[in-house]
């Protein structure tokens, strides 16, 4: 069983930086893609931040050059620095995972994709 955690979330001026964490435990698995989304009241999910092997990253156009995205595959975590925070970046941010699930040797299942609880991240104008 796989679970991301995740930590950081808060409340923030405009203009004020935030670092969001997310370590993925369970059992033993590959990781493939690493990333964020973030759902406001009113509106869908959507993507803002991943983060593949090799460090290949994604933004979401309204987060380019304020958002930085990185992953520590040793600790199985991935991090998200937000700086120049807006008001209109306010929603719950949730951390997204494609992991391959270790079957033995050097086996591994399917990729699937796992999702954290969300953190609420507010900033105030």
């Known amino acids: 069983q796989v679970q991301l955690v995740e930590s950081g979330g808060g409340l923030v001026q405009a203009g004020g930086s935030l670092r969001l964490s997310c370590a993925a435990s369970g059992s033993m698995f590959r990781i493939n893609v690493m990333g964020w989304y973030r759902q406001a009241p009113g509106k869908q999910r959507e993507l803002v931040a991943r983060i593949g092997t090799g460090g290949t990253t994604n933004y979401a156009d309204s987060v380019k050059g304020r958002f930085t995205i990185s992953r520590d595959d040793a600790k199985n975590t991935v991090f998200l620095q937000m700086s120049s925070l807006k008001p209109e970046d306010t929603a719950v941010y949730y951390c997204?995972?494609?992991?391959?699930?270790?079957?033995?040797?050097?086996?591994?299942?399917?990729?699937?994709?796992?999702w954290g609880q969300g953190t609420q991240v507010t900033v105030s104008s």
């Open positions: 997204y995972a494609n992991l391959s699930p270790h079957i033995g040797g050097s086996v591994y299942a399917a990729p699937r994709d796992y």
